[in-house]
């Protein structure tokens, strides 16, 4: 393979392993995979077929370029293409169209999102680009050291989209790899170009591509473990784009925070500045129960929860509709509140108190109102920056016992709300079964749920990967590790498999302030569930511990008997009871009614059956893969240690153990280990030079001392002699004269010198060679074997049909 071809293979690879970051950014990544490496493949293919044409260097990376258009084209918008083949104004519209949904998908989906077929083209487009602008940098241009930009630019949208989500460490390693396999190919061309380089010790692959890969990877293993040690320096390369910051909806152009669903929620709960958002007065006594509700996720559909259909209408004149479910037999109490939305949230839905009764926004023309979620949204793309509104709201009063006798829920709402994916785990709606047993009525269910989750079971956590799949709902169920958004999802969905109707809420919680003026800030995102019962309608359930406030209408636990026409259980009941409160003396009142007590049985329990950490298969996947990264690190330095060991034997004497005589090889084995010693310390060896010739070198550069040098001349002599004079007569000490060398040689260098020398012995490069010798003779014994087996049986069959040609002929 040329030069050339190796570097256009160590281009497409360098791609390839930097777009694997892309991967936690979609649900079925493994659908990206084969059509990302055909289009990198598909680039060095181009790109080294135009390189053989002889064409000016200039043109190679536009006509790559036009043909890895066309290839997209051909794959994405073949049926649109003029006689399949030939790209044309119905081909550009499907691009075009194509684009437009991935944008949207864009702005709807949550990471991971699901393959579609606008975002597989923006990916798969994005790589394909970032490989051509790769192989004309690295290949065409022979400047393989600025392709890092392009690589580094794919690797940091990957890993700062997906966050936590993705293994940063990992997909930092890849990427890392194949950078650095690409300027150790490019540094091995620039060398063979200068013609044969000689090292001095034998060998003629080139000393100085050595040391630079010894730099590369030292740099590499220090980035990825010196964070751990570090704790005060944070999480380094590795975790500087998976912090949560980087979802693409945190920080932007001006400061402004976007307002995504639970992409937003995610990046502002996990960023470190809490920036105000917005600003509100409403009426006395009514700020400690307020959540601005901004939309709700109504659809399940196996891959995450999201927006369902909306019935988009203008805002009507004067009141909006009356609340979904909600009769005239409920006490309610009117509320009015007056918000002021800062420069620093930009969003397309209003934040709103549930249910509003009245929006007072300015021209209605510029609204939308879904009556089923019951949400506000701008028409189009305007921003609501520095908007200043007034809002009417309901304030639901139910009872308990209102509560307990709901009524069954109409089609419309059970139809679209208890619908759940084929794929949830069946723990869900076991788990779900086991909290509520004993209840009878959905009310208690819906309580005993909010219950198991704010008992002190669960940690509110904003490391969690912001993920709402049935998978992720399961990993919460068993790891009890979350924050709001892990909590609603899993309320919501076990709800649901209880026959309850059940949505999630998405805006901010009340905010900081006095009883009539709050301020919002980003750390007051939120989401929770609301859970539908007839005749009252939607109500919300705090299950998140130690975030918002629960309902004043959750805090009665004791149910009487149940009526008539009570909602029928949908679990078979059992005797043992749901989670209750805890009564300790240590939970106070205001604890107490947040819902952030901790029932100290089951905290008992959740200790006693936890597991240990080595039954914990990620702790021990990082653990034995602490441990290979070592012994990586430490075959150097122990692989040289049993070299000395061998050839000085391990007492202070001679070669031998102290016998009279040492044999030729022990001589010899001293003499070598003298030279790689001076190796480690820094002085290369020079075979074109006679031992004596070899120590007064190592005694000029090294200055050694009298003592040192002359025990070096020592083994020099009994090495000339063996070499030379074929003699026996050798001194029994010198192992001894060894080491007094090595100390003199080990005086001149400073301590970081000495650490070096046996962390990382220069001469454990002869490991590689002995390795890579014995891989040859091993080829050409399986070769020749190969070849003797094949002569036997070609021999044993060509006999038999000269026979019978020769019996034809005769014949």
Known sequence: MTTRAKLTFCAALATALAALSLMPLFNESIRLIPHGLLMIVATAGIGATLRVLPLPRMLVVPLQLLAVLYLLLLTFVQPSMAYGVLPGPKALDAVGALLNSGGNDIGQYAIPAPATDGLRLIVIGAVSLVAVAVDGLAVTFRRAAAAGLPLLALYSVGTGLAGSAGAAWLWFTTASIGYLVLLFTEGQDRLSRWGRVFTGAGRTSGGLSHSGQRVGVIALLAAMLLPAFLPNAGTGLIGGFGNGTGTGTGPGVGGERSLNLVVA?????????????LRYTTDPGAAEQMYLRVAALSDFNGEEWKIGDQNLENVPPGPLPSPEGLSSSIATGSVRTTVKISDKL?????????????????????????????????????????????????????????????????????????????????????????????????YDQAVALQQYFTSGAFTYSTKVEPRTGPEAIAKFLQEKDGFCVHYAA????????????????????????????????????????????????????????????????????????????????????????????????????????????????????????????????????????????????????????????????????????????????????????????????????????????????????????????????????????????????????????????RDGLRARVGRAGRIRAVLLPASAVRLRWTITDRVAAVRDRVTGTLGRVSAAVTGTVARPLRRLRRRKKDA
């Open 265 to 277: 929620l995610t990046a502002n709960l996990r960023s470190s500045d809490d920036t105000e958002l």
């Open 346 to 442: 930009s969003t397309t839905w209003l934040p709103m108190p549930y249910p509003a009764a009245w929006v007072e926004v300015g021209p209605t023309t510029n609204w939308r109102f879904d009556r089923g979620a019951r949400t506000l949204s701008t028409v189009g793309s305007q921003k609501l920056n520095n908007l200043q509104y007034a809002v009417g709201s309901t304030s639901v009063q139910p009872t308990a016992a209102q509560l307990r006798a709901a009524g069954t829920a109409p089609t419309a709402i059970t139809n679209r709300y208890l619908s759940l994916p084929p794929n949830l785990p069946p723990v869900v709606a076991a788990t779900a079964a086991e909290v509520t047993r004993g209840k009878r009525t959905a």
């Open 490 to 741: 899993t309320m919501a969905a076990m709800a649901r498999s209880l026959k309850i109707p059940a949505r999630v809420a998405i805006g901010f919680t009340a905010g900081t302030g006095n009883d009539t003026n709050r301020i919002v800030r980003s750390s007051n995102f939120h989401a929770w569930p609301e859970l539908y019962f007839q005749g009252i309608g939607w109500l919300r359930f705090e299950p998140t511990p130690n975030r918002g406030v629960v309902p004043d209408y959750t805090r009665e636990q004791v149910a009487p008997a149940p009526s008539a026409t009570a909602q029928q259980p949908t679990a078979a009941p059992t005797d043992s009871a749901a989670p209750a409160p805890s009564a300790s003396s240590k939970c106070s009142a205001e604890q107490r009614k947040a819902g952030a007590c901790e029932d100290e049985s089951q905290v008992a329990e959740q200790k006693k059956t936890a597991p240990a950490w080595w039954q914990n298969w990620t702790v021990l996947v990082a653990v034995l893969g602490g441990l290979v990264v070592l012994a990586l690190l430490a075959t150097p330095m122990l692989w040289r240690a049993r070299q000395r060991r061998r050839r000085l034997g391990a007492g202070r004497h001679g070669p031998g153990g102290g016998r009279s005589e040492l044999s030729d090889a022990q001589v010899l084995a001293a003499w070598a280990e003298l030279i790689d010693s001076a190796w480690d310390l820094g002085i290369p060896p020079d075979d074109a030079r006679t031992p004596r010739h070899t120590v007064r070198r190592l005694t000029e550069q090294a200055e050694l001392g009298p003592e040192a040098a002359a025990a070096a001349g020592r083994v020099a002599l009994a090495t000339e002699r063996v070499m030379y004079a074929r003699s026996t007569e050798a001194p029994t000490q010198l192992a001894t004269d060894v080491r007094t060398a």
